[in-house]
């Protein structure tokens, strides 16, 4: 699954909800049970906004549910989000979800994210991105990916950037090759202070399932070192260059 399918799914969650102002109070509700499966779904609409939702379940086949909602406060602040969850036996299931809200001082933010999981593999992609009133952003985002047999691979990072003018990034990476057992991982963070500050690392490491690992980590401003694990030996440390 793709991230244009992601967007499409989450997408069209959050497009089904319908704006509410001020609406008085109601509430519908529906349920069936029948000898292959049950279902029900609800609608409820209150003075600061709607909620509504819809499940299903086949009797040992599958099952799906489905929610929206959204609100709009009296201090000005509104907000939705929906999401979506579906299985079926011998195929797998998925879920699906997204939100956002802007709140009355004018921060805002936003959150997407699929998961999708098989016999053959699992996919996972997330994504965030907010800004407080004052400026200050962060954007996160995460990506997995997994193929029963062949490996699985992961990216991890972040970005935020202060309105003092301080500044932070990271990232974090995974690669793991299941017919060999072997594997390569980098990881890392660079931090600025609003005073001028600077600090961080970036760290390497090459594994084999079971048996260790070696990493090698180069500081800012810190001494740097390495870090070797053989199975049933105690990790070593090695310190190198200092920077």
């Known amino acids: 699954m793709n991230k244009q399918i992601k967007a499409t799914l989450v997408t069209g969650l959050i497009m089904q909800l319908v704006a509410v102002s001020a609406l008085p109070a109601q509430a519908q509700r529906w349920r069936f049970r029948g000898a292959q499966g049950a279902g029900g779904a609800y609608n409820q609409v209150g003075q ?55 709140g ?7 959150r997407s994210g699929v ?15 907010g800004t407080t009133a004052n400026g200050s952003t962060l954007n996160r985002s995460s990506t997995a990916q997994a193929t029963a047999g062949v490996g699985a691979t992961a990216n991890k ?26 594997g390569t ?14 600090y961080g690392y970036d760290a390497n490491t090459t594994y084999n399932k079971g048996q260790g690992f070696s990493t090698t ?14 199975k049933g030996s105690k990790p070593v440390v090695t310190p190198s260059s200092t920077n």
């Open 48 to 102: 600061y906004g709607q909620r509504m939702g819809a499940q299903g379940v086949r009797f040992g086949q599958g099952a799906f549910s489905a929610r929206a909602a959204q609100f709009a406060g009296p201090n000005g602040s509104t907000g939705q989000r929906g999401a979506f969850n579906a299985f079926k036996k011998g195929t797998g299931g998925i879920h699906a979800s997204g939100s956002q809200a802007t």
């Open 104 to 110: 009355p001082n004018g921060g805002n933010y936003q």
């Open 115 to 129: 998961t999708a999981a098989g016999p053959g593999g699992a996919y996972h992609n997330s994504q965030f991105d």
């Open 157 to 182: 990072g972040f970005n935020y950037a202060g309105a003092n003018g301080s500044s932070a990034n990271g990232y974090k990476t995974n690669n793991y090759d299941a017919t060999t057992g072997s």
């Open 185 to 198: 991982s980098t990881r890392g963070r660079d931090i600025n202070t609003a005073s001028g500050d600077s």
């Open 217 to 230: 980590v180069d500081t800012q401003n810190k001494q740097d070192y390495t870090i070797d694990y053989t």
